[in-house]
């Protein structure tokens, strides 16, 4: 099972849409009829958040009777959330949990599909995100690709070793930070150390070196092919990884040069799922 919220997010997603009560619902008197509310996708989707849209209704005073879990990949057409309760707590939990599933779900089935590609020519390779998520929905953005067969690529500064050039310039260039290379590997013995490089010269040299994972950035998949065979040949321990413009129409391409890690941002970007949300009486 994929980890959940804490419960001060979903107070705080429900605190944002609803901070003084719910206007609307009050002035009509509605408020304590009872009534159900049903989540149903409208086309291909791989759920995400679907327990942080229980919790919402649940907080809101509404009771789940029935959900599927997060990385649960559904056709069109099916149910796959319901709750009963006060009209006030349907109305209250509706949009909250609503644009969590169409946000969540968005990213879930947009990585899903990415997965499955690079998968479907390379079953060993593995797709990994990047952090640049918008600020502030990390939490939901990791759960959704994670649901959809993915994995973080580094979840932030404080847990991975990535050195950039923007790094090494500060010590005198790439060559002059690989003199160190053993050392920092030393001081961090239980981190894996990734360098980029910049051309397919600077890869082989980072690999020489003793890095753990070699990352290339927006190479051409043909040259990457060639470096790729190359890496694995000659330093069979170092694992190559591409980043740079990898998304669900050139995945399958990148995966076919044989690298062992796809690195990309682009699931993150793209429409929400289409979910129909009905309350009833």
Not at 36 to 62: D, K, M, N, P, Q
Not at 110 to 126: C, D, L
Request: a negative charge.
């Amino acid at each position: 099972m994929l980890y959940q919220l804490p419960d001060t997010d979903i107070e705080r997603f429900i605190e944002e849409d609803m901070p003084y009560g719910d206007l609307t619902t009050s002035l009509l008197g509605i408020g304590n009829a009872q009534g159900s509310i049903t989540f149903t996708s409208r086309h291909l989707t791989v759920l995400s958040c679907t327990e942080e849209a229980c919790r919402v209704l649940e907080r809101c005073g509404a009771r789940v009777t029935s959900s599927m879990p997060s990385g649960t990949s559904v056709e069109a057409g099916v149910m796959f959330l319901s709750a009963e309760g006060s009209a006030a707590s349907l109305h209250a939990g509706w949009k909250v949990a609503l644009n969590l599933l169409e946000y969540a779900s968005g990213i879930a089935t947009r990585t899903a599909a990415i997965v499955n590609s690079a998968r479907a020519v390379n079953p060993a390779v593995s797709v990994v995100t990047t952090r640049k998520s918008f600020p502030g929905t990390k939490k939901v953005a990791i759960k959704a690709i994670m649901a959809g067969g993915a994995m973080p690529h580094r979840l932030g500064l404080s847990e991975s070793i990535l050195v950039f050039r923007h790094h090494t310039a500060f010590q005198g260039g790439l060559e002059s930070f690989l003199e160190t290379l053993s050392s920092l590997k030393q001081r961090a013995p239980e981190n894996r150390v990734i360098v980029e490089a910049d051309t397919a010269k600077e890869a082989l040299q980072i690999a020489a070196a003793g890095a753990d994972v070699v990352q290339v950035d927006k190479m051409p998949s043909e040259e990457l092919a060639i470096l790729v065979a190359g890496i694995h040949r000659q330093f069979p321990g170092v694992k190559v990884s591409a980043a740079g413009g990898i998304n669900a129409d050139n995945a399958a391409i990148y995966a076919s040069t044989g690298v062992d890690i796809l690195v990309l941002s682009s699931v993150y970007f793209g429409k929400p799922s289409d979910i129909a949300a009905l309350i009833n009486p």
